[in-house]
């Protein structure tokens, strides 16, 4: 069974997902709502990716600390992109200069954490 830090990240994950999926059928339903299609697919995308994680830790193929960690990662990061992106549609207005670049980034890093979880040896 997942830590409780894993079963908070599974919630987050199906959070994202659930707003993915919000914003897949708010983009389909509004005139020039392409940042909001690209915002639903950074959720969507990445929500599996902190389940995956999760039960990678869970069934000791990675480092439980580090894949809960890229599991954090992508959750922010996902966040920080999808968010500035709805926050630029709805509101005229970024979260704060750089959010969607750095969630980006952290993107990219939390998959290659993920990698290094997965390629570091385990001690026993």
Request: with cysteine; glycine share 8%; charged share 10%.
């Amino acid at each position: 069974m997942a830590s409780a830090p894993g079963r908070l990240l599974i919630v987050l994950a199906a959070l994202m997902g659930a707003c993915g999926v919000a914003l897949a059928a708010a983009a389909a339903h509004q005139d020039q709502a392409g940042v909001l299609g690209t915002a639903s697919s950074m959720l969507l995308f990445h929500a599996p990716a902190v389940i995956a994680c999760v039960l990678l830790a869970d069934r000791s193929l990675v480092q439980e600390r580090i894949g809960l960690a890229a599991a954090a990662g992508f959750v922010i990061a996902a966040l920080l992109f999808a968010g500035d992106l709805a926050a630029r549609h709805y509101a005229g207005h970024r979260l704060f200069p750089f959010a969607a670049p750095t969630g980006g980034t952290l993107l990219i890093a939390s998959w290659l954490v993920l990698a290094l979880s997965a390629a570091w040896p385990r001690r026993r």
